[in-house]
């Protein structure tokens, strides 16, 4: 089993940043990757960025250049820094961490763009 407990989500506004880290815990040994997802209200769940455990990185197209996903393996935590934010990122945004048979969510984090 997996945990996972997002932090750092809030409102800013339009041209913010805003950085959002993902504290992992558990049978963290058997986590091959781990990523940002977002749900705005009506939407369908979309990838956001995903890095593997040897640190390649992956992200939506529309969000390169904006966003960066990062981690720290000490402190079993992945972060998102998402810079010059715009009213259309706002969502929840839900950390995921893959396994080799099992995909685990958390609870999710709200991050609010005003423009």
């Known amino acids: 089993q997996v945990q996972l407990v997002e932090s750092g989500g809030g409102l800013v506004q339009a041209g913010g940043s805003l950085r959002l880290s993902c504290a992992a815990s558990g049978s963290i040994f058997a986590i091959n990757a781990m990523g940002w997802y977002r749900q705005a209200p009506g939407e369908q769940r979309e990838l956001v960025a995903t890095?593997?455990?040897?640190?390649?990185?992956n992200y939506a197209d529309s969000l390169k250049g904006r966003f960066t996903i990062s981690s720290d393996t000490a402190k079993n935590t992945v972060y998102l820094q998402m810079n010059s934010l715009k009213p259309e990122d706002t969502a929840i945004y839900y950390c995921n961490a893959k396994t080799w048979g099992e995909n685990y969510w958390g609870q999710g984090t709200q991050v609010t763009v005003s423009s």
């Open positions: 890095i593997t455990r040897g640190g390649s990185t």
